[in-house]
């Protein structure tokens, strides 16, 4: 799952929210006199990658692309991040611009108490808004060709994110058929280790 997935499947809190979203860039690893609230959601986002990667719904997701790709894996991610902004409001009791300027406000409030390689991700969201650039499908076209331009050339020579346009979009109601019956048992898992009071948000 991708940023969005990873902030909405968190507890109401900014700090939690906020290590569920640094858990990539950080590689895992909080700093040096990090909170709980921020190992607590550096740890549920590996459990959300965890469930994800091993389950067959995501599996089948993938092999309806092609049979084999370095890059199958994130581009499930970023297409299902689409899929969860069309279908929020079965999923979230809060419009998806409004959870996604609280989380930007707060984020930006805790920025001086981070260090830098916490902030520069987090700046970068925010300046981007990068939370509201899956609502259509040029959006997540746009999206793989972005990804691209960060890849190594050497990686491009075997695979790219642009390349995947074209069978997304021929597949996109199975894909969406598939993110809709597996995004239920995500939060079904998730939400047994986390705390049900600080989970309003949430319609499931």
């Given at each position: ?94 419009p998806l611009k ?8 707060e984020a930006y ?12 991700p987090i700046s ?81």
């Amino acid at each position: 799952m991708n940023w969005l997935a990873h902030i909405f499947l968190s507890e109401s809190n900014i700090d939690f929210q906020i290590g569920n979203f640094l858990a990539d860039p950080l590689k895992g690893k909080a700093w040096e006199n990090a909170n709980e609230e921020i190992k607590k959601g550096m740890f549920t986002h590996k459990q959300i990658d965890s469930f994800t990667d091993k389950h067959e719904i995501v599996t089948i997701s993938k092999k309806r692309l092609r049979e084999k790709g370095l890059l199958k894996p994130i581009i499930i991610d970023l297409t299902y991040d689409y899929f969860l902004t069309k279908n929020w409001d079965k999923f979230c009791n809060i419009p998806l611009k409004k959870f996604s300027n609280n989380f930007y406000h707060e984020a930006y409030k805790r920025t001086p108490f981070m260090p830098y390689q916490a902030n520069l991700p987090i700046s970068h969201m925010i300046e981007r808004d990068l939370l509201n650039k899956y609502h259509t499908i040029n959006q997540l076209k746009t999206s793989f060709s972005r990804m691209d331009g960060r890849l190594s050339p050497r990686l491009l020579q075997r695979d790219s994110a642009s390349s995947y346009s074209k069978t997304v979009v021929e597949n996109i109601h199975h894909l969406e058929k598939d993110f809709l019956e597996f995004f239920p048992q995500l939060c079904k898992t998730v939400k047994q280790d986390l705390d049900k009071d600080r989970l309003k948000h949430w319609r499931i």
